[in-house]
């Protein structure tokens, strides 16, 4: 079966786009949620990942509509995977325990570690320009 995930972070946002996209990919069912995705706890997305099975699919239009972050993505797909669970990210492609499938979640794999050693950076630079204020603390 098609399962179709469909997130937007604020209640002023629409869906409808994310929904018809899901649809036209041929969902079975589409769970959708008004929700930040800072957040693990999203009950629709729970509730979906409860429901999932070996041979199903989890389908959602782009990569952040379901992680948190590249890192909580790429965790959540392997999970998925052991448990013979499909991943479409239409943006991406189909992610399946095949080589191409491996293929990908090892190119979202490195964009992880990227995405991670980019925040670092940004964090030290901050700091050290930070650090340039006579009046600045470290801590709280």
């Known amino acids: 079966m098609k399962y179709g995930y469909a997130r937007v972070s ?10 018809q996209t899901l649809e036209s ?7 959708s949620e008004k929700f ?6 999203r009950p629709q997305f ?3 990942l409860s429901l999932l099975k070996k041979g199903d699919t989890l ?16 965790n959540l797909i392997k999970e998925l995977l052991s448990k013979g669970i499909k991943v479409h990210i239409l943006n991406m492609g ?3 325990d095949t080589s191409m ?6 190119m979202l ?24 204020n006579p009046d600045f603390r470290e801590g709280r």
């Open 109 to 132: 794999s490195a964009i992880a570690e990227f995405d991670r050693d980019m925040i670092v950076e940004r964090l030290a630079e901050g700091k050290a320009i930070a650090k340039q």
């Open 36 to 41: 930040t995705g800072t957040k693990a706890d």
């Open 46 to 48: 729970i509730e979906l």
């Open 94 to 96: 189909l992610v399946e």
């Open 59 to 74: 389908v959602v239009t782009k990569l952040d509509r379901f992680a948190r972050s590249a890192e909580d993505g790429v």
């Open 101 to 106: 499938g491996r293929l990908i979640l090892r």
């Open 10 to 19: 604020t209640a002023s946002q629409d869906l409808e786009l994310q929904l």
């Open 25 to 31: 990919a041929g969902c079975n069912k589409i769970y």
